[in-house]
């Protein structure tokens, strides 16, 4: 399917695999308005995909947007700050499950870790932009607040928590390991600009858009603006008075609820309660679950 650019995709992983300090590492594919001629052009190496924002690309691209059309975008998989199972686990619910998977045209998770990623241009801009930021989830080294959100993305899927879930609630949720093996899961909303979402302003109608891959912002597509718009964040709805992350800290897991004994399941006035079994955690998940679709 992607033979026509191959040579472009092993050129393009050639120069990504020696620059794999950076947080992300970025190529097109243009088209020829015209004649339909394919030319690849390298934005390289950057602490995120900012470079293929409107106003980055027409600077960055100017000599070429005249003639040509993004077609494709090639951004690679870069230092994993997870291990490899977990890598390629996450790779393929991302391309092939979860609600950003039309981002994608590849969908061979080796493929893909060594030549990076191929996405369509074709599809809304803020979607295709959320895409690639997610992809960061296990490479993020410009913020490590995100990359440890896998952690809690991870524990949530042991639990029997859907992926496409654990990755929403994740984003809510940090996980602190603590002596002897044990771990604690607490409230703790992730804002960032290098997060795909953000739940501190979202709730449960955002919530139950990304869930069921509903695109609420569906302003022109990647190639049609040459390039993402701002509002990255409104992919999956606007603003709501009652975000997801003030919810989550009043949950309690419903085994706790007649306990009297709160030593190991200790409310922090800020943070909500302190979940540590897969027992409670998946508890809190269904019932995250039955308030989005109630």
Not at 191 to 198: E, Q, V
Not at 237 to 259: F, H, M, Q, T, Y
Request: hydrophobic share 35%; proline share 3%; aromatic share 12%.
């Amino acid at each position: 399917m992607l033979d026509h650019i191959q040579s472009m995709r092993e050129k393009f992983a050639e120069r990504s695999n020696n620059n794999k300090s950076s947080n992300a590492f970025i190529g097109l594919v243009f088209k020829h308005n015209t004649t339909g001629e394919l030319h690849y052009h390298e934005l390289g190496p950057g602490p995120c995909h900012g470079a293929l924002s409107q106003s980055s690309l027409r600077s960055y691209c100017s000599g070429i947007i005249k003639a040509y059309s993004p077609e494709y975008i090639l951004s690679s998989v870069q230092n994993l700050l997870v291990p490899q199972a977990d890598a390629e686990m996450f790779i393929e619910w991302l391309v092939q499950r979860s609600p950003y998977q039309e981002a994608f045209i590849t969908k061979d998770v080796k493929d893909i870790l060594k030549y990076g990623y191929v996405c369509r241009t074709d599809l809304p801009n803020t979607f295709v932009a959320g895409a690639l930021i997610a992809s960061r989830f296990i490479t993020e080294s410009y913020n490590d607040s995100i990359v440890k959100r896998f952690k809690v993305f991870k524990k949530f899927t042991e639990a029997g928590i859907s992926e496409t879930e654990a990755f929403l609630f994740a984003h809510s949720f940090v996980l602190n390991n603590k002596a002897g093996g044990r771990w604690e899961v607490e409230v703790s909303n992730l804002s960032s600009g290098h997060a795909a979402i953000d739940l501190g302003g979202r709730g449960l109608t955002y919530a139950k858009n990304f869930l069921n891959a509903n695109i609420a912002d569906k302003r022109g597509t990647f190639k049609e603006r040459m390039g993402y718009e701002s509002g990255i964040f409104s992919v999956w709805g606007e603003s709501e008075s009652k975000n997801l992350s003030s919810i989550c800290r009043v949950l309690k897991p419903r085994s706790k609820l007649d306990a009297k004994n709160y030593n190991i399941f200790e409310k922090k006035p800020t943070a909500g309660y302190l979940i540590n079994n897969l027992d409670d955690l998946r508890d809190i998940g269904e019932q995250l679950k039955e308030r989005i679709y109630a």
